[in-house]
């Protein structure tokens, strides 16, 4: 196996990675400023590319990436790689799923426990010396029945976390099937429109799921929902979501990520945020988190092994 050559750091990662692959004979590089120009123009000197979300790897970079071997993806949404394109070339593209997956699924019931017990409202209240017992009333998931869209590594992990509440667990996977087991039962969409009283997304950003969660997906439920998404902010339209939260179709929502965060929000002031994030931000019955389900002080470190360990395996001999 060879086992040298250069790779191309784009975004910050853990610095193991780079010391493992440096340990094994590449050439490291770390360079967040690269402009796309550049990359395109260092492309055939390049054996590897590591990347978070900051740069999409489309087609003319990867056609002139003759030497290109691997693309590591630190984290698990490949929707900033032109994954078509880089296996007709040889390019195998990886990413790390299985580093991230337990911070996802504890982020999800954190958010879930939070709404649900009105944490965040009354932890604000109370700091303010306010003691409004009866409309912090919370309730209880025990006994609720939750619907898993996406049974991979994240959908997996939260069922996992969710074994000692006593939760009706149902789990709708489009590829998947045989996976049902003493918690978890394996179902279709009409089922969870049925009996779902919470919803929890686990799904990739393809087009196929661009946009899944709508209002004719809302409506579609027969009980009041509970929606948490975890996984993509295109998953979901955020409008329609909105609309669903005002008419109490949906009684409260989780949200780590929002189908508008390619905007730089640290550069913005409050009052050039969408109108629609300003909506959601003041609603009580909506716990927000800036996209940190799957970055916790563990994460960061087993996401770079995890993906340290799928490049060694390769063989770049080619």
């Known amino acids: 196996m060879k086992t040298s050559g250069d790779v191309l750091f784009l975004d910050t990662t853990h610095p193991s990675l780079m010391k ?48 290109l071997r691997f693309i590591g993806r630190v984290g698990s949404g490949m929707e900033n790689i032109d994954v078509t394109c880089a296996e007709k070339q040889g390019i195998a593209c990886l990413n790390s799923p299985e580093g991230n997956r337990t911070a996802v699924a504890e982020h999800a019931l954190g958010m879930l426990l939070a709404l649900m017990n009105k944490l ?28 898993i869209i996406g049974y991979g590594n994240t959908g997996s992990a939260f069922a996992q ?29 009409d089922a969870i429109f049925r009996q779902a009283d919470i919803l929890s997304l686990h ?12 209002s004719t997906f809302l409506e579609q439920f027969q009980k009041p929902l509970v ?16 609309k669903a939260v005002k008419k109490q179709k949906v009684t409260g929502a989780a949200l780590d990520v929002l189908d508008f ?42 996401l770079s092994k995890v993906l340290f360990e799928k490049i060694k395996k390769l063989d770049v001999s080619g």
Not at 129 to 137: F, L
Not at 174 to 181: H, L, R, V
Not at 203 to 214: A, S
Not at 276 to 301: C, D, K, M
Request: hydrophobic share 35%; aromatic share 10%.
């Open 261 to 302: 965060e390619h905007l730089s929000f640290e550069k913005l002031a409050f009052e050039e945020m969408p109108v629609t994030f300003r909506e959601l931000a003041g609603l009580s019955n909506v716990v927000l988190s800036p996209h940190i389900a799957g970055w916790t002080h563990e994460s960061y470190q087993k």
């Open 227 to 242: 929606l948490i998404n975890t996984s993509r902010g295109e998953v979901v339209n955020t409008s329609d979501l909105l």
């Open 20 to 67: 493992d692959l440096r340990g094994i004979g590449y050439t490291c590089t770390y360079d967040p400023d690269m402009t796309y120009e550049k990359l395109i123009s260092i492309a055939p000197t390049l054996t590897g590319i590591i990347v978070r979300s900051k740069f999409f790897l489309g087609q003319e970079v990867l056609e002139n990436a003759r030497n």
């Open 203 to 214: 799904i990739p950003l393809t087009d196929e799921t661009r946009y899944l969660v709508n």
């Open 161 to 189: 976390c969710l074994r000692g509440f006593e939760m009706n667990i149902l789990v709708y996977d489009k590829y998947k099937e045989g996976f049902g087991n003493d918690f978890v039962q394996e179902t279709d969409m």
């Open 120 to 147: 965040c409202v009354a932890d604000k209240e109370v700091r303010r010396g306010v003691w409004k017992r009866e409309k912090n009333r919370g309730y209880e998931i025990s006994g609720k029945t939750l619907g």
